[in-house]
């Protein structure tokens, strides 16, 4: 008997060492460089040292290189910022495109997050496919996701905001695209960012619900495109209550005079809410918008620029916490 109950205590003793062991394996603080001088050489492998539904934060620090990976941020994962050693050179790529074996849009991306509470700092969301498709760099379904001083590199489609009433804010970004390089659902605010355009096309495809109150708001964000673009419309809706306003924003020539396109259904000109305030810039002209635009007057400027009042879809958040 007496054997047995020492072999029991050996037993439960082992399992509590290797319990606190694996406990030890999980740290706030992880390194991933490529060069095998961090904690791990791959962003993919480093997501495998977080503990699912940690109630404390983790930082994952990212070394410059090129990661050639594609990822997907869990939704058992929250309070972790993924932070690069610099925008240009700590770059997480990937290239798939919508047609590789009926692929299909929503599969294509290079980073997917479906967790919440979520930072993004100091690197580049890249999907380097080919002009055969759609090609995401970034699919985000999570709520309350930051993006600061980050570039997304793609064609059609770079980023895809879903999920109704999930938040997401980008502030100093790079984005460059083709056709409708920033759609979906979600409510984004984007600050002091810089929108690329690579072809005569579109910029946004919102989908926003009706029963939501605010979509894309783009504030002080300043609109480029390639030399030989000419035509770029500011968005068309993907569904009929598509919200986009751009504010005190800085436009190209390469903006068309009539800035909005119904996306060849008048039904959508009665639903579409779209508008401007403040533009500026020689493609900031009011005076060839269509008629169907909103007007959007002083207090509605003020609305769309209170993030606290922008971002209550649910609870409340301030993303520059």
């Avoid at 970034?138 to 996701?145: A, P, R, V, Y």
């Avoid at 964000?221 to 569904?239: F, I, Q, S």
């Avoid at 924003?249 to 903006?255: A, N, V």
Wanted: glycine fraction near 8%; include cysteine; charge should be negative.
């Amino acid at each position: 008997m007496k054997i047995r109950i020492i072999s029991l205590i050996l037993l439960l003793a082992g399992i509590g060492s290797s319990l606190g062991a694996a406990a030890a394996e999980y740290k706030r603080e992880i390194y991933v460089n490529q060069d095998g001088s961090g904690d791990y050489t791959t962003i993919t492998e480093a997501l495998e040292g977080i503990r699912a539904y940690m109630d404390y934060e983790v930082t994952v620090h990212i070394a410059d290189g090129i990661y050639k990976e594609k990822i997907v941020i869990p939704s058992w994962l929250k309070n972790v910022s993924f932070i690069g050693e610099s925008p240009e050179k700590t770059v997480i790529t990937f290239d798939h495109h919508a047609n590789i074996d009926k692929m299909g849009t929503f599969r294509t991306y290079t980073v997917k997050v479906d967790a919440s509470d979520i930072l993004f700092k100091n690197l580049t969301i890249e999907n380097n496919a080919p002009q055969l498709g759609q090609a995401v760099a970034l699919h985000t379904e999570g709520d309350k996701i930051r993006f600061i001083n980050c570039r997304f590199l793609g064609n059609q489609d770079t980023i895809f905001t879903g999920g109704k009433n999930s938040r997401l804010y980008f502030a100093d970004c790079y984005i460059e695209g083709t056709t409708d390089f920033i759609f979906g659902p979600a409510t984004v605010y984007f600050k002091d960012c810089e929108i690329f355009s690579k072809r005569d096309s579109y910029i946004t495809a919102a989908s926003t619900p009706e029963d939501v109150k605010f979509g894309y708001i783009f504030d002080n964000c300043k609109l480029t495109a390639a030399d030989d673009v000419k035509k770029v419309y500011l968005g068309r809706p993907w569904r009929p209550y598509a919200h986009t306003v751009f504010i005190n924003c800085d436009m190209g020539k390469h903006i068309r005079p009539e800035g909005w396109h119904n996306w060849n259904n008048t039904d959508n000109e009665r639903t579409a809410r779209y508008g401007e305030y403040g533009s500026r810039g020689e493609g900031g002209s009011q005076t060839g918008r269509v008629n169907w635009a909103m007007k959007v007057s002083d207090k509605d400027a003020a609305a769309c620029l209170d993030t606290t009042e922008v971002f209550a879809v649910t609870t409340g958040w301030n993303p520059a916490d």
